[in-house]
């Protein structure tokens, strides 16, 4: 007998049924490849960030559909400041569009924004819109749609020790208290409480790196590359990259419970 959901661990999940009650909770994604699409294209870099941020949209939608309790979308790295000026500025314009035009579906799907990353350091204009949309949908109670801005997985980890450094030298903690609670409770998903580390990680493009990302949180997250570019992935390359998740065996460094 063949049974309904067949374990797999290769990227081939077409022949599996997504299994609605195994959906993981926290979906981390590296949006990867808007550039190159639009080379492919023969359009100008920022056409392919103009074009995922629509992915944004949908993947959004998609994944609150499934049920899914975190998203987070690695959207700046505190490494893109090294592109061109032109490059970052669009980037810094476009949280401004996105939730100019999408707060009210955000609402309508009762998404919570919620952002990690040095949002400082941003142009004005883009914290107002970080901080208007945060604003406007902290009553929403159902998946959080987290963004990862001008975010770095190693200052994430360099800030916590800091943190905690001056936890100790306050006399609050002592240096036997460090413990991995604790400086999970100093990264920047610690609000998230349960669902702060990822289930699963995608990256787009065919690039199978982590590029500084969610270091502390993806300990034991299962990795699923695809090769599509961002602006091509949609919600059937969500569901598929969850089919492969589904067909992962996770131990966690013990053994398999059958
Ligand atoms: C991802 O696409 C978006 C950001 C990093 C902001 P890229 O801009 O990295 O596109 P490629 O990888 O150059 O194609
Ligand atoms: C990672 O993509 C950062 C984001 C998706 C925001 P990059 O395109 O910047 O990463 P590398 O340079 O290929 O590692
Ligand atoms: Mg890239």
Known sequence: MFSKFKRTNSNNPDENELDLNNIPKHIA???????????RKHLPRVAGHREGMQTVKKI?????????KVLSLYAFSTENWKRPNDEVNYLMQLPIRFFQTFVPDLIKNNVRVMVMGDITRLPEGTQKAVHDAINQTADCTGMVLNFALNYGGRIEIVDAA???SQLVTDGKLTVDQIDE???AS????SPLGDFEDPELLIRTSGEQRISNFMLWQLAYSEFVF??????DFDSDSLSNAIKIYQGR??????????
């Open 29 to 39: 994604i590296i949006m990867d490849g808007n550039g190159r699409w639009a080379q």
């Open 60 to 68: 959004t939608i998609a994944a609150s559909d499934l049920g899914v």
């Open 162 to 164: 800091k943190q905690a």
């Open 181 to 183: 609670a604790l400086l």
């Open 186 to 189: 100093l990264m920047m998903t």
């Open 226 to 231: 695809v090769d599509e570019h961002w602006p």
């Open 249 to 258: 065996h996770r131990r966690f460094g013990g053994l398999e419970t059958k």
